[in-house]
DNA sequence: CAAATATAATAGTATTACTATCATAATTCG
DNA sequence: CGAATTATGATAGTAATACTATTATATTTG
């Protein structure tokens, strides 16, 4: 995978950022640093400004780079949603079997992300930890459909999307494909965060992942 | 519905506010339109300032009830699942076929609040929307895990704890009821949000409810 | 009717989420 | 190589936010 990503870059709806951090080594060390700090303090207490005093840099060229703090998340989820979406593919691509296809995908998409692939200055441990706790409020705004038109939540569609084929073609009468799907992918996020949070209200703890429980769901749904 | 609920009161955690607005009129007219307001121009541009002037009363008049706009949001959640949780005893207390009384929990559950039940002067319709596109961010904190301690997310997880118990009565040995029952709450109020804001990825449309979709996958799963 | 309590009015504070301007450093290109 | 362009940094400023504190005025209760 490491050396696949060196040639290959993650595509980020561009209209997400004003000048794309990946061209500068200031544009890295923003998405490098404003993950470990989002994770550290919070996104509400999450601020321009103690960003660029971390990374040694200046409040006002951090805006040069992103309009606000809420496209800088919008950037993080799409980021690591594309990222999610490659390993998808790679993982998949070769199995002929079905259902054996679906039960990798699923596997791929629900799993806890514990190490860090580290290709990049993005660790993504720490990102999926952001995504967990954080990225929903890139979508729970009154900007939502405006945002959406301009293309900001292509990817995560289209993940989903990539999901809902592979359970299609599994049983090809299933009505509800699309919703199974999306509830996958948001509730395997949202079991995460029980077993952290609120452990007394998921199933999911001492060897009983997310994987295993929807990958259960799924097995004996669609017998 | 109505006749009952004139006798009893919705209970929330009492820790969650100063004064319990439903000991005065400017409370009541507080919860009132807090809900419209939040509903109208989203939780993030919501102020006691902005609330004050709708309902020609003053910011620090508001501050007496709750500490902050966060505490106002988790009053508002608890009061919807503690009048959820009251339909769903309710509505299932008399059905005594296990599978029957489990498909009338997942109907209360997830069907949409359409119908203001207006008993007292919250709106559940509009209540419901908060719910929907708001109330996660009551969670999604730094906080949350003292604030769990303080218990203000009882009537949350109680909730989840009844819906098990009827999951669990229909399939004794099933391994995951716990994360059953919080994917069918948290995944229909998803499903949701996806119906009008992302319709390319969920199934749930003309006619088709996360209701049919959630009974369907139970049932399947169950049996 | 006095005392207690609730509400309103006003002021003040540190911080936020920016925008604008100007200076300086680094890079590119003729 | 030197000029022009572009990137970054420093500083200042603004309206709004999320409060706290104080004082005044209603309203309720005993």
Redesign the interface.
Known sequence: MKNLLSVLKISVPEKIFIKDPETSDLGKRIIEHSIILIDE??F??FTFKKLGSKIGSNESSIYRYFESKHKLLLYLSSWYWAWLEYQLVIETFSISNKQEKLEKAIKVVTRTVKEDNNFSHINETVLYKIIV??S??S????E??AE?KEGY?EVY?RL??RL?VMITEVKPNY?????????II??AL??H??NE??P?????KKG?T?T??FI??VN??L?
Chains 1, 2 share one sequence.
């Open positions: 303090i919070g509400e207490s706790n954080e929903s409020k979508f729970f705004t009154k939502v459909d959406n939540f569609k989903v999307s809902e009505e509800y494909s699309l919703s199974l799907a999306s509830t948001e509730g949202h079991q965060f029980l949070h609120f007394t209200i998921t199933s999911c009983k997310p295993n429980f259960h769901l004996s749904n017998k």
